[in-house]
């Protein structure tokens, strides 16, 4: 009995053992016997957050696509949560076991190029590459000239307005308002007041939309920091930006627009659907949204983000994800592969049809505007994006301050609170940055 | 040293080989990464391509240059300075009510230990639901007594307020352990103090805290940790888990995950991390040392 016990105890220890400081020998076999399946095909791990909808039963179907298409490799997905797997990908790069493929976000590639996450593709993208994409989409890849990435989706901002209360305010498709003061007047035409409580609001800028996108859109599609890292955030135009934001703030007054909001939290009804809200100011993915639950006589059109003034130009703002091969990765040559099948003009075709994204390629929107399968206003959105990326501004996290907002949202916030001015609120967001900046170096 | 006799050393042998699984899940699993991030505390650690030593850096700029490190600590301390003394009190009196030998009282005890049951996550969204400053139940409630209750979760001035009152009402798992010992405490001294004319605030004060005492002090030190480690409620209730409305709900360990996973910088984390362990073992330690003044264990030697 008391032998039994030991072998037990000396057992259980060893394990123990095993599992602390054995695992980087465990991992490099497990690495390496993956690499190939039986029947000599090339294993890749490709980690991605699109787990349920459109989006995870397109990329699917183009796996196998992949997959068929050729007996060299083979793509094995896997879906990792939103909230997990850019930090789960961190811990794995840092443990030596990264995955082959991944999806990142498109602000902070240089940042992880820095730190050495991502694998250099110089090796592997040729010249005619980068061409197919929308040029400020490519720009946030390289670092240092060589790209460490591939753009996939994007998105732009624009505002979505309500046809059937436009034409009840009789206000005509060429009165779509183009400028600031254009918004103001169209927007007050829309409202509509039941003694002294708003039942319509023609337009709040900040619903959703940033104050940060008014205010690139106001500063010559400068945002906070400009193209060579120098921060601008107590510019005159953005202050009379936030000077505009609180004018509206003003005039519906802080208890109706709190009040609305939190009943667009509760996300029980969409404001825009409902028509208490009669333009929207959002990422042109709500139309994705607005096929889903909007009714079928349900009349929208979309207008790009009106200009400050008359030839400030229509700044909008965007995003969107790039394909990395993390750094560490066991083939980056057979991960490339894969990447430039999933940014062919095709593949990105087949991708936004299917989930309305809009797409890295412009060779893929221009055809996705002509695409067959999609309805009229299907087609119009992807016009729409098209145009709208010649004023799309991406904003990459600068290398010597990357949590930046932070400080800037403080401000913001205060501005809109009221406890500062907006240009007290930007001079001191100004002096907060540079004083991370400053740290940094 | 006292030389100790074969089967006591025979004894300890085995009791080391029992408790060999903990000690070696410690080594590998806290001491080991406690020590990488003293380590790394003095370095420039970036987690993949750099690891530098700086010296002292990272501690002059936390305490000189970072705004937001006092910010998060001011926030921090605020929480904790509220939350702990706010909770052991409301635990201690939830116990004593739930304490009464009345028909259905095993029912009210499960509903007031339900919150600790439920899952962070969905406890944080409902509170969202019911902070909400116009629709939400809580203002509703307090409109019925003309109270046009504040924006919560909207003004920065009534966030961390709002995250105390949360965490009063989940603090069923500290009342069970209070219920726990009420019901060792001896019917005869409540009978005995009966028989001289105590009434019930005197048995409470008399009897009941000090035989408590011990839990109570478990459960401030607890707290107390747990308290300075809040994260996930800033993580969660606020917009894109940023610390707002102006950063009030920036708590110590958000901005020290923002270091570490928006900026990657690991080293500047890891000397943060060590900020705070610093202050909780001196917190820690000092409790201890009061200990002996207020904490009350019977059978014990006086001590």
Same mark, same amino acid.
């Given at each position: 009995m008391?032998?039994l016990?030991?072998?037990?105890?000396?057992?259980?220890?060893?394990?123990f053992?095993l599992?602390?400081?054995g695992?980087?020998?465990?991992?490099s076999?497990?690495?390496?016997?993956?690499?190939?399946?039986?029947?000599?095909?090339?294993?890749?791990?490709?980690?991605?957050?699109w787990?349920?909808?459109?989006?995870k039963?397109?990329?699917?179907?183009?796996i196998d696509?992949?997959?068929q298409?050729?007996?060299?490799?083979?793509?094995?997905y896997k879906?990792?949560?939103?909230?997990d797997?850019?930090?789960?990908?961190?811990?794995a790069?840092?443990?030596?076991n990264?995955?082959?493929?991944?999806?990142?976000?498109?602000?902070?590639?240089?940042q992880?190029?820095e730190?050495?996450?991502?694998?250099?593709?110089?090796?592997?993208?040729d010249?005619?590459?980068?061409k197919?994409?929308?040029?400020?989409?490519w720009?946030t890849?390289?670092?240092?000239?060589?790209?460490?990435?591939?753009?996939?989706?994007t998105?732009t901002?624009?505002?979505?307005?309500?046809?059937k209360?436009?034409?009840?305010a009789?206000?005509?498709e060429?009165?779509?308002?183009?400028?600031?003061?254009e918004l103001?007047?169209?927007?007050h035409?829309?409202?509509?007041?039941?003694?002294?409580?708003?039942?319509?609001?023609?337009?709040y800028?900040?619903?959703?939309?940033?104050?940060?996108v008014?205010?690139l859109?106001?500063?010559?599609?400068?945002?906070w920091f400009?193209?060579?890292?120098?921060?601008?955030?107590d510019?005159?135009?953005?202050v009379?930006?936030?000077?505009?934001?609180?004018?509206?703030?003003?005039?519906?007054?802080?208890?109706?627009?709190?009040?609305?909001?939190a009943?667009?939290?509760?996300?029980?009804?969409?404001?825009?659907?409902?028509?208490?809200?009669?333009?929207?100011?959002?990422?042109?993915?709500?139309?994705?949204?607005l096929?889903?639950?909007a009714?079928e006589?349900?009349?929208?059109?979309?207008?790009?983000l009106?200009?400050?003034?008359?030839g400030?130009?229509?700044?909008?703002?965007?995003g969107g994800?790039v394909?990395?091969v993390?750094?560490g990765?066991k083939d980056?040559?057979?991960?490339y592969?894969?990447?430039?099948?999933?940014?062919?003009?095709e593949v990105?075709?087949?991708f936004g049809?299917?989930?309305?994204?809009?797409m890295?390629?412009k060779?893929a929107?221009?055809?996705?505007?002509?695409?067959?399968q999609?309805s009229?206003?299907?087609?119009?959105i992807y016009?729409?994006?098209d145009?709208n990326?010649?004023n799309?501004?991406?904003?990459?996290?600068?290398?010597?301050?990357?949590?930046y907002?932070?400080?800037?949202?403080?401000?913001?916030?205060?501005?809109?609170?009221?406890?500062?001015?907006?240009?007290?609120?930007?001079a001191?967001a100004?002096k907060?940055v540079?004083?991370l900046?400053?740290?940094?170096? | 040293?006292?030389?100790?006799?074969?089967?006591?050393?025979?004894e @300890?042998?085995?009791?080391?080989l029992? =408790?060999?699984?903990?000690? %070696?899940?410690?080594?590998? #699993?806290m +001491?080991?990464?406690? !020590?990488?991030?003293?380590?790394g505390?003095?370095?420039?650690y970036?987690?993949?391509?750099k690891?530098?030593?700086?010296?002292?850096?990272?501690?002059?700029?936390?305490?000189?240059?970072?705004d937001?490190?006092?910010?998060?600590?001011?926030?921090?301390?605020y929480?904790?300075?509220?939350?702990?003394?706010?909770?052991?009190i409301?635990?201690v009196?939830? @116990?004593t009510?739930?304490?009464?030998? =009345?028909?259905?009282?095993? %029912?009210?005890?499960?509903? #007031?230990? +339900?919150?600790?049951? !439920?899952?962070?996550?969905?406890?944080?969204?409902?509170?969202?639901?019911?902070?909400?400053?116009?629709?939400?139940?809580?203002n509703?409630f307090?409109g019925?007594?003309n109270?046009?209750?504040?924006?919560w979760?909207?003004d920065?001035?009534?966030?961390?307020p709002?995250?105390?009152?949360m965490?009063?009402?989940?603090?069923?798992?500290?009342m069970?352990?209070?219920?726990?010992?009420?019901?060792?405490?001896?019917?005869?001294?409540?009978?005995s103090?009966?028989i001289?004319g105590?009434?019930v605030?005197?048995?409470?004060?008399?009897?009941?805290?000090p035989l408590?005492t011990p839990i109570?002090?478990?459960?401030?030190?607890t707290?107390?940790?747990?308290?300075?480690?809040?994260?996930?409620?800033a993580?969660?209730?606020?917009?894109?888990?940023?610390?707002?409305?102006?950063?009030?709900l920036l708590?110590?360990n958000?901005?020290?995950?923002?270091?570490?996973?928006?900026?990657?910088?690991?080293?500047?984390?890891?000397?943060?991390?060590?900020?705070l362990?610093?202050?909780?073992?001196v917190?820690?330690?000092i409790?201890?040392?009061?200990?002996?003044?207020?904490?009350?264990?019977?059978?014990?030697d006086g001590?």
């Amino acid at each position: 009995m008391k032998k039994l016990l030991v072998t037990g105890v000396l057992a259980s220890t060893a394990l123990f053992l095993l599992g602390g400081c054995g695992s980087s020998s465990a991992k490099s076999n497990a690495a390496s016997s993956s690499e190939k399946t039986s029947d000599g095909k090339k294993t890749i791990d490709f980690w991605s957050f699109w787990g349920s909808g459109a989006r995870k039963e397109v990329i699917e179907e183009i796996i196998d696509d992949y997959n068929q298409s050729q007996d060299k490799i083979q793509v094995n997905y896997k879906y990792q949560p939103w909230g997990d797997i850019w930090t789960k990908s961190l811990s794995a790069i840092t443990a030596g076991n990264a995955p082959d493929v991944i999806v990142q976000d498109i602000n902070s590639v240089a940042q992880r190029a820095e730190a050495q996450q991502a694998t250099n593709l110089s090796k592997y993208v040729d010249e005619e590459t980068s061409k197919d994409f929308y040029p400020q989409l490519w720009d946030t890849v390289e670092y240092k000239g060589d790209p460490y990435a591939i753009p996939f989706n994007t998105d732009t901002q624009v505002i979505f307005y309500n046809k059937k209360l436009f034409k009840e305010a009789g206000i005509a498709e060429k009165d779509l308002p183009t400028t600031w003061d254009e918004l103001e007047k169209t927007a007050h035409q829309l409202d509509k007041k039941d003694k002294k409580e708003f039942t319509r609001i023609g337009f709040y800028p900040l619903w959703n939309l940033g104050a940060d996108v008014w205010a690139l859109n106001a500063d010559n599609g400068t945002s906070w920091f400009d193209q060579d890292d120098k921060i601008k955030i107590d510019t005159k135009n953005k202050v009379e930006a936030l000077e505009w934001i609180q004018d509206w703030q003003d005039y519906y007054g802080k208890d109706t627009i709190n009040k609305l909001e939190a009943e667009f939290g509760s996300g029980v009804s969409d404001p825009f659907i409902s028509g208490l809200v009669a333009m929207r100011a959002q990422n042109i993915n709500y139309y994705s949204s607005l096929m889903e639950n909007a009714p079928e006589d349900f009349d929208f059109g979309v207008i790009p983000l009106p200009e400050k003034e008359k030839g400030s130009g229509h700044w909008s703002w965007g995003g969107g994800f790039v394909l990395e091969v993390p750094y560490g990765a066991k083939d980056p040559e057979a991960s490339y592969d894969f990447i430039k099948y999933l940014s062919s003009p095709e593949v990105q075709e087949k991708f936004g049809e299917k989930s309305f994204d809009i797409m890295a390629s412009k060779t893929a929107n221009e055809n996705l505007v002509k695409n067959e399968q999609l309805s009229d206003k299907g087609r119009m959105i992807y016009q729409m994006a098209d145009e709208n990326f010649k004023n799309t501004v991406i904003t990459p996290v600068p290398l010597a301050a990357p949590d930046y907002t932070t400080l800037v949202n403080e401000q913001i916030d205060q501005i809109l609170l009221g406890t500062k001015t907006p240009k007290e609120g930007l001079a001191d967001a100004q002096k907060a940055v540079e004083n991370l900046v400053k740290q940094n170096n | 040293m006292k030389r100790l006799s074969i089967r006591k050393k025979k004894e @300890a042998r085995w009791a080391y080989l029992f =408790i060999s699984p903990f000690i %070696i899940g410690f080594v590998v #699993f806290m +001491l080991g990464p406690m !020590l990488f991030s003293v380590i790394g505390s003095f370095t420039d650690y970036n987690l993949t391509s750099k690891m530098n030593f700086i010296g002292l850096a990272n501690f002059r700029r936390m305490f000189l240059h970072d705004d937001l490190f006092w910010k998060s600590l001011y926030n921090t301390v605020y929480f904790v300075l509220f939350n702990v003394p706010l909770t052991t009190i409301f635990s201690v009196f939830l @116990a004593t009510i739930l304490n009464q030998k =009345i028909r259905g009282i095993s %029912i009210f005890r499960t509903m #007031f230990y +339900l919150p600790a049951v !439920l899952s962070g996550v969905a406890v944080y969204i409902l509170w969202m639901q019911l902070l909400s400053p116009s629709a939400g139940l809580i203002n509703t409630f307090l409109g019925w007594f003309n109270i046009s209750g504040p924006a919560w979760l909207f003004d920065p001035n009534w966030t961390k307020p709002a995250l105390i009152l949360m965490k009063i009402w989940s603090s069923g798992g500290a009342m069970l352990l209070y219920l726990a010992t009420l019901q060792n405490v001896p019917r005869s001294l409540y009978e005995s103090a009966a028989i001289d004319g105590a009434g019930v605030w005197g048995k409470f004060k008399n009897i009941t805290l000090p035989l408590i005492t011990p839990i109570i002090f478990y459960d401030v030190i607890t707290s107390t940790i747990g308290s300075f480690q809040i994260f996930q409620e800033a993580y969660v209730m606020t917009k894109n888990g940023t610390g707002g409305p102006a950063n009030s709900l920036l708590f110590y360990n958000l901005h020290m995950w923002n270091k570490a996973f928006v900026a990657f910088d690991m080293g500047y984390a890891m000397a943060m991390s060590m900020i705070l362990f610093l202050i909780v073992l001196v917190l820690t330690f000092i409790n201890l040392k009061l200990a002996p003044r207020w904490v009350y264990y019977s059978g014990g030697d006086g001590k």
